[in-house]
């Protein structure tokens, strides 16, 4: 009613106190209005992302969106914030499958020029997709299993190429179970005395060449 978008008379009540009024078929017809959009900040809410990140994603798709006359919050007509909403989980989706060229490289502990030269020969998979940054991304399935198969140098210092047993486990489907019985009957081997259980690269390339 302050805003003007709903209109209202002022009537004294049987004490004589002023009370604004508005007529029930106005308040139907704003309730169906109101019913059809959603503010940005809420819908950033709905989402668990940052709102200036939301924003960026309504610009970068190009979706119109209308200003509240008073407040100045945008506000999501239904069809736009389903677009949102179906950007917003296909690059959750990407971030869950990939990682940016920087990330793998800090992963395989390498500088992102070499990242970047695996790629073009093939040994770590591109993913088709991005992110509103428009950096390249690489699958994360490729990345581990370049860790697995190459290993890497730690501290300047070169040590035996370990596998953490949980990420065995994402990779190559194997249970926990399978793999300890893998260990104990000398097929792969573990890395000794570390507090969790890794497995050397070298054994599980071994394995998997012998099990393809």
Not at 196 to 210: D, G, H, I, K, Y
Request: net charge positive.
């Amino acid at each position: 009613m302050r805003e003007g978008r709903l209109a209202c008379v002022v009537l004294r009540d049987g004490e004589g106190v002023p009370r604004p009024w508005a007529r029930l078929s106005e308040v139907w017809s704003l309730r169906d209005r109101l019913a059809d959009r959603i503010l940005l900040p809420d819908l950033a809410e709905e989402l668990g992302a940052r709102y200036h990140e939301l924003y960026q994603t309504v610009r970068r798709l190009g979706v119109e969106l209308d200003q509240h006359p008073t407040s100045r919050q945008f506000e999501v007509p239904l069809e736009a914030a389903e677009i949102l909403r179906a950007e917003h989980e296909r690059i959750r989706q990407l971030h869950r499958r990939s990682m940016k060229l920087a990330a793998a490289a800090r992963r395989l502990k390498l500088a992102v020029s070499t990242v970047g030269v695996l790629v073009k020969r093939g040994e770590l998979d591109i993913d088709p997709e991005s992110d509103g940054s428009d950096a390249r991304f690489v699958t994360r399935a490729s990345v581990e299993r370049y860790w697995a198969l190459r290993g890497g140098v730690r501290s300047g210092k070169a040590v035996p190429a370990a596998v953490p047993l949980a990420e065995v486990i994402r990779f190559t489907g194997c249970s926990r179970t399978e793999l300890t019985d893998l260990v104990r009957s000398g097929v792969l081997k573990e890395i000794p005395g570390r507090r969790l259980c890794e497995l050397t690269a070298e054994s599980l390339r071994v394995w998997m060449l012998e099990s393809a």
